[in-house]
C-alpha cells in the first residue's frame, strides 16, 4: 500500500472558528417545516432559560438546539 | 490523514468501510485512531478486542461540536484519523467531522435512494468547504452489484454531480464483509474470500495515494 505522509495541520483563526461553530449549530435545522412533528414538552424554567442563552449563543431557534441536544445524546447512547 | 465515512443515508456501509479500512492502515503499519459517533464501531473494536487481545488501533466516541475541538489535540497524535459518522443532519457530528477532514468518503449503494440522499450530502459538503477549503469527497460504489445496468447507471449518474470525485473502483455485495464483521475481523484477515480483501487493499491503496498527491495543498 502507498503511504501518505503526514500533512502540516494548519492551525484556526477566531473568525474561521467562529464560522465553523455557525455550520456546526445548522444542524437539525429544515429548510421546511415537512416531515417535523409538534410535540409539547415541559422543562423547569431555569433548565428552559440556560437552553435559550445557548441556543442565543449560537445563533440557532430553540427548536434547534433540542434536537441537536437530543440527537447528540442517542448517538452517544449507541441508537 | 483525516478520512470521514459518511452519507446521510442510513446502511450505505459507512461503518463495515471505516473499521476495514481502519484495520488496513493499523496493518501497514500506521498509527490509526477511529473516531466513532454512534457507537456501532466501538462495538465492533470491542469485540475485536475480546477475539483477540487487541484491537491494532484506538477507538474513541465523539459527537457533536467536539469531534471539532478534539480534532486539535488529536490531529498530531495519530498519523491517519477514520471517522465514522452515521447518517441524519441532526447532532451536528457530520457537519463537525466535515471541517476537519482531509477526504469524505461517501459510500453509495447501486439504488435510486442513496443516489438521492448522496446528492443533499454533496450539498452539505459544499457548504462545508465554505469552512474547510481542502475537504476533497470521494464517492465509492459500495455493496455493488454482481451483474445488470444499475452498477453503471449510478457511476453515470454521480459523474454529473460537481464536485464529487469517483473512486477508480467499487465494493462488492460481499457476505464477507458482515461475516468478517461477525467475528471482529476485517475482510483483510478472513480467509473467505480473497476477491473482498483485494477490494478492500486497493480502496486503502487509492486514498492513500490520493492524498499523498495533494498533500501540498496543507502546507
Known sequence: MAIATNPKRKTFSEEEESKAAAFIAKAGEQKTEGNRKPTMIRIPPELLKRIDEGARRLGISRSAFIVQSAAEKLERMGN | ?219
Not at chain 2, 454512534?38 to 457533536?64: C, D, H, I, K, P
Not at chain 2, 459538503?125 to 455493496?143: F, G, S, T, V, Y
Not at chain 2, 452498477?151 to 470525485?165: D, H, I, Q, R, V
Not at chain 2, 464477507?176 to 478492500?200: I, M, Q, T
Open chain 2, 1 to 219: 490523514m483525516i478520512l470521514t465515512v459518511g452519507n446521510l443515508k442510513g446502511g450505505v456501509g459507512k461503518t463495515t468501510l471505516a473499521v476495514n479500512l481502519t484495520i488496513a492502515f493499523a496493518q501497514a503499519g500506521r498509527d490509526v485512531l477511529l473516531i466513532d459517533a454512534e457507537g456501532t464501531a466501538l462495538g465492533f473494536t470491542a469485540l475485536r478486542a475480546s477475539n483477540r487481545g487487541e484491537s491494532g488501533y484506538t477507538a474513541v466516541s465523539l459527537q457533536g461540536a467536539a469531534i471539532r475541538q478534539q480534532m486539535k489535540q488529536l490531529a498530531s497524535k495519530y498519523e491517519d484519523i477514520i471517522l465514522d459518522i452515521g447518517g441524519e443532519d441532526a447532532s451536528g457530528s457530520l457537519r463537525a467531522a466535515f471541517t476537519v477532514s482531509d477526504i469524505v468518503l461517501v459510500p453509495v449503494e447501486p439504488r435510486s435512494f442513496s443516489l438521492w440522499r448522496t446528492e443533499e450530502t454533496l450539498e452539505l459538503i459544499n457548504a462545508a468547504r465554505q469552512i474547510n477549503d481542502r475537504l476533497r469527497a470521494i464517492a465509492i460504489l459500495n455493496e455493488a452489484d454482481y451483474q445488470g445496468q444499475d452498477n453503471k447507471e449510478t457511476l453515470t449518474a454521480l459523474t454529473a454531480l460537481e464536485g464529487l470525485e469517483i473512486a477508480p473502483l467499487t465494493i462488492g455485495r460481499r457476505k464477507a464483509f458482515p461475516n468478517a464483521a461477525a467475528a471482529g475481523l476485517s475482510v483483510l484477515e478472513y480467509k473467505g474470500d480473497p476477491k473482498a480483501a483485494d477490494e478492500l487493499q486497493r480502496l486503502a491503496a487509492f486514498l492513500s495515494s490520493s492524498l499523498e498527491y495533494h498533500s501540498d495543498i496543507r502546507t
